[in-house]
C-alpha cells in the first residue's frame, strides 16, 4: 500500500491501508481534534525530532488485557514496602517533560517534541490525556502518560529515575482502570519489558474490532486526580 500525505483536511485513510511496517499516513498536524480522531481508528503519531509527522497502526498491534496484568513477586514486595506515592493528573507537565528527557538506549533522540509536548498538554487539559506520577519523599522519581478514549487506555510513554518506580506507577494504573471498567490497554509497539506484565501481540483487525466495542463505553474524562493518593 502507497502511504497517504495528510493536508488540512480532517482524515485518515483506513488504517488497513498501512505498508508492511505500519506506516499509514504523514502530515497533517497534531490537533486535539486530528489526535482523537486518530486514536479512535486505531492510529497513533511517532515520528523522529526532524521528520514529518508520521501516522502508524502497526500489524501485529501490542496490548495488555487489564485483568492478564502479571506482576512479579519481587515486584509485589516491593509494592507491600509501600515504597512509593501514585497519583493522577497532578503534574502531567513534568511526566511528560520526564518522558521526553530519559535516555533510551540506541535511541539518538527523543520523538516528544516541543510541538508533541504542547499537544498532548491540550488534550490533557480537555480530559483526554492522563499522567500517572510516582513520588519517593516528595520527589518525581518516575511515571507515565497516555489517552483515555472508551474503556481503552492508549500508553504513549514512560520514564523513570528510580529503579522500579515506573513499574510500580504502571501496575498501579492497571488495577485502578480495571475498577473503572477499562478492557484493553493500547502498548502500540512489543517491547521486552511489557511482555513481562502480560502484555500480547494481536492482530490488527482484532485490535480494530475490540477497539470499536470499547469506543461504545464513556471515557473516563476528566481530572482523575481524585483517583488516589497513597502509597502503593
Same mark, same amino acid.
Given at each position: 500500500?502507497?502511504?497517504?500525505? =495528510?493536508?488540512? &483536511?480532517?482524515?485518515?485513510? %483506513?488504517?488497513?491501508? +498501512?505498508?508492511?511496517?505500519?506506516?499509514?499516513?504523514?502530515?497533517?498536524?497534531? /490537533? %486535539?481534534?486530528?489526535?482523537?480522531?486518530?486514536?479512535?481508528?486505531?492510529?497513533?503519531?511517532?515520528? $523522529?525530532?526532524?521528520?514529518?509527522?508520521?501516522?502508524?497502526? %502497526?500489524?501485529?498491534?501490542?496490548?495488555?488485557? %487489564?485483568?492478564? =496484568?502479571?506482576?512479579?513477586?519481587?515486584?509485589?514486595?516491593?509494592?507491600?514496602?509501600? #515504597?512509593?506515592? *501514585?497519583?493522577?493528573?497532578?503534574?502531567?507537565?513534568?511526566?511528560? &517533560?520526564?518522558? &521526553?528527557?530519559?535516555?533510551?538506549?540506541?535511541?539518538?533522540?527523543?520523538?516528544?517534541?516541543?510541538?508533541?509536548?504542547?499537544?498532548?498538554?491540550?488534550?490533557?487539559?480537555?480530559?483526554?490525556?492522563?499522567?500517572?506520577?510516582?513520588?519517593?519523599?516528595?520527589?518525581? *522519581?518516575? @511515571?507515565?502518560? !497516555?489517552?483515555?478514549? !472508551?474503556?481503552?487506555?492508549?500508553?504513549?510513554?514512560?520514564?523513570?529515575?528510580?529503579? $522500579?518506580?515506573? #513499574?510500580?506507577?504502571?501496575?498501579?494504573?492497571?488495577?485502578?482502570?480495571?475498577?473503572? @471498567?477499562?478492557?484493553?490497554?493500547?502498548?502500540?509497539?512489543?517491547?521486552?519489558?511489557?511482555?513481562?506484565? !502480560?502484555?500480547?501481540?494481536?492482530?490488527?483487525?482484532?485490535?480494530?474490532?475490540?477497539? !470499536?466495542?470499547?469506543?461504545? +463505553? $464513556?471515557?473516563? #474524562?476528566?481530572?482523575? /486526580?481524585?483517583?488516589?493518593?497513597? &502509597?502503593?
Amino acid at each position: 500500500m502507497s502511504v497517504v500525505f =495528510l493536508n488540512k &483536511k480532517l482524515h485518515f485513510p %483506513p488504517p488497513e491501508q +498501512a505498508n508492511e511496517d505500519g506506516l499509514l499516513a504523514i502530515g497533517g498536524d497534531l /490537533s %486535539p481534534s486530528r489526535l482523537l480522531l486518530a486514536y479512535s481508528k486505531g492510529i497513533f503519531p511517532w515520528f $523522529n525530532e526532524y521528520d514529518p509527522i508520521l501516522w502508524w497502526s %502497526p500489524n501485529p498491534r501490542f496490548v495488555l488485557y %487489564p485483568e492478564d =496484568l502479571k506482576v512479579s513477586r519481587s515486584m509485589r514486595n516491593i509494592l507491600n514496602r509501600k #515504597k512509593f506515592r *501514585v497519583t493522577y493528573d497532578e503534574d502531567f507537565q513534568s511526566v511528560i &517533560k520526564g518522558c &521526553k528527557e530519559v535516555y533510551r538506549e540506541g535511541q539518538g533522540g527523543t520523538w516528544i517534541t516541543d510541538e508533541v509536548e504542547g499537544a498532548y498538554y491540550k488534550l490533557h487539559r480537555l480530559g483526554f490525556a492522563h499522567s500517572v506520577e510516582v513520588w519517593e519523599a516528595d520527589e518525581l *522519581v518516575g @511515571g507515565l502518560y !497516555g489517552v483515555s478514549l !472508551g474503556s481503552c487506555f492508549f500508553g504513549e510513554s514512560m520514564f523513570t529515575k528510580a529503579s $522500579n518506580a515506573s #513499574k510500580a506507577g504502571f501496575i498501579t494504573l492497571v488495577a485502578d482502570l480495571i475498577e473503572r @471498567g477499562c478492557t484493553m490497554i493500547d502498548c502500540q509497539l512489543h517491547t521486552h519489558h511489557l511482555e513481562r506484565f !502480560g502484555a500480547i501481540d494481536i492482530s490488527r483487525e482484532h485490535f480494530l474490532e475490540e477497539l !470499536g466495542r470499547s469506543l461504545n +463505553a $464513556n471515557t473516563l #474524562k476528566g481530572s482523575w /486526580s481524585s483517583w488516589r493518593s497513597s &502509597k502503593v
